[in-house]
């Protein structure tokens, strides 16, 4: 089990403790999830705040930082004779304790005694899994209901505020994400050929991130109906001049992401159809990288994104009018229905069991109410050591289309005559994963997927 030098963990529960001043803070664990009977269990996933603090991706944990006391507590239980027969010996409790700096470990029963007996206030992180929740529901007297609005807020802000600002150590297991991602992207596009099956692709690059780590970071979209924007079913069979999207990421055995999304033509070669709307989505994410930088809002670099979005489709005779207002008013999101994107590090959509406005969001920046941007997860002030994505796109809805020109929606800022020639088009996105540095921003890892047009095609036919 690899885990981060002893010393990061305990500076990150200081700083946790530093924070928050006082009370007993819970940090639960994973237990193993059943599949379809109880031996028969999905792959074990740590909880990422765990892993952040204590570092130690075992099932069946749960952790206290008394902020009061001064005490750092893991409780568990250690393998049964019966437990090593089956699954062969491994590092006993104490000693991964030890690897992070923890030497109080304690029996799982005693786990609840120690929350019943604090005197200080107990704080606790939104639970999102039931096994948890039914756990916490009777050791906290609280009904399951009501455990989610009484959880600890000011728990969630610190933990959002350490875990946004990326480390040294985990921007290095970022770019080896990063580096699986590229492998697994690149394979995507030399497999993209005549008659092969999405389901194929599929299997091939969640393979990669198999075989490197873990788990993939998400469940992969390989989809030729790219408008479709979290397509899961991956039944097509591919067919020259088909686009095929994929956004797919790999996760390291520490759990850190990536998140890459290429759309490209299957055969290597892109229609100039395809040319012309794809060249649009690239002019944005290339337009808007270099305004990711410290003391910018993700909010106005999303809105800025979708002008530059808007202009390529008015060029394309697809909209009209002031796209300036046409993205305040919302016009561009029939194009693209989704934000600019999303924080990522331990999880792909990072903290996002913390509640998405504690996380992309803050007293300064609140989410904008209009369809489209009101999907954009982050949009508070970027700083230094912030890992997003960055990742626009263009699709073309049928249902929402005839949706809005049956409303007569935006008729001002939108040709529909010119759209319904792309009703069987599909969808466009790309997406990078971004670092903010003290000058700027830079994408996360060594060498970025193909991404111009030309270097597609040029990957694609070598």
């Known amino acids: 089990m690899r885990m981060f030098s002893q010393e990061v963990y305990k500076a990150r529960r200081e700083k946790l403790k530093a924070a928050m001043k006082s009370g007993v803070c819970i940090f639960m664990g994973n237990n193993e999830a059943p599949m379809n009977y109880p031996d028969n269990c999905y792959q074990f996933r740590q909880d990422s705040t765990f892993l952040y603090f204590f570092g130690i991706a075992q099932a ?30 491994v590092a006993s409790i104490k000693e991964l304790a030890a690897r992070c700096c923890v030497v109080d470990v304690r029996p799982a029963a005693e786990f609840e005694k120690y929350v019943k ?61 990063a580096e699986i991602g590229y492998e697994m992207h690149t394979t995507a596009m030399k497999m993209a050929n005549d008659g092969v099956s999405e389901h194929e692709i599929y299997g091939t690059i969640e393979g990669i991130s198999l075989k490197h780590g873990l788990l993939t970071s998400f469940h992969s979209i390989v989809s030729k109906n790219g408008q479709i924007l979290h397509n899961h079913t991956h039944e097509n069979i591919l067919h020259t001049g088909d686009l095929l999207l994929n956004d797919s990421g790999a996760q390291t055995d520490m759990g850190y992401a990536s998140d890459n999304t290429r759309t490209f033509p299957v055969g290597g070669k892109f229609s100039q159809r395809q040319k012309d709307v794809y060249q649009i989505v690239l002019n944005t994410i290339n337009g808007s990288i270099p305004m990711m930088k410290p003391g910018e809002t993700y909010q106005s670099i999303h809105l800025k994104a979708c002008e530059i979005l808007a202009e390529g489709l008015k060029g394309l005779g697809l909209m009209k009018g002031d796209m300036k207002e046409a993205v305040q008013l919302g016009a561009h999101a029939m194009f693209m229905p989704h934000g600019l994107g999303h924080m990522m590090g331990l999880d792909v959509h990072d903290m996002e069991d913390l509640g998405q406005i504690n996380v992309g969001y803050d007293e300064e920046v609140q989410p904008i109410k209009i369809f489209g941007v009101a999907s954009l997860r982050m949009g508070k002030r970027l700083q230094v050591g912030n890992v997003l994505t960055n990742e626009p796109g263009i699709y073309f809805v049928p249902q929402l289309i005839d949706i809005w020109e049956r409303e007569h929606k935006f008729e001002q800022f939108i040709n529909y005559a010119e759209v319904d020639k792309y009703r069987d088009f599909g969808g466009i996105r790309l997406e990078d994963d ?24 040029e990957y694609m036919n070598m």
């Not at 952790?63 to 090593?84: H, K, Q, S």
Request: glycine letters at 4%.
């Open 434 to 457: 971004i670092l903010i540095t003290p000058t700027g921003s830079r994408i996360v890892g060594d060498r970025r997927i193909p991404i111009e047009i030309k270097d597609v095609e």
């Open 117 to 177: 007996a604090a005197k200080a206030e107990v704080h606790f992180l939104p639970p999102y899994r039931h096994d948890n929740m039914i756990f916490l529901s009777s050791v906290l007297d609280i009904p399951i209901p009501e455990l989610q609005k009484r959880s600890s807020l000011p728990l969630v802000k610190a933990v959002v505020a350490l875990r946004n600002v990326k480390e040294a150590c985990e921007i290095e297991e970022l770019k080896a994400a």
């Open 60 to 89: 069946g944990l749960k952790a206290i930082i008394d902020v009061d006391n001064n005490r750092d507590i893991i409780f568990g239980d250690e393998l049964t004779v019966d437990d090593i027969v089956w699954m062969g010996e």
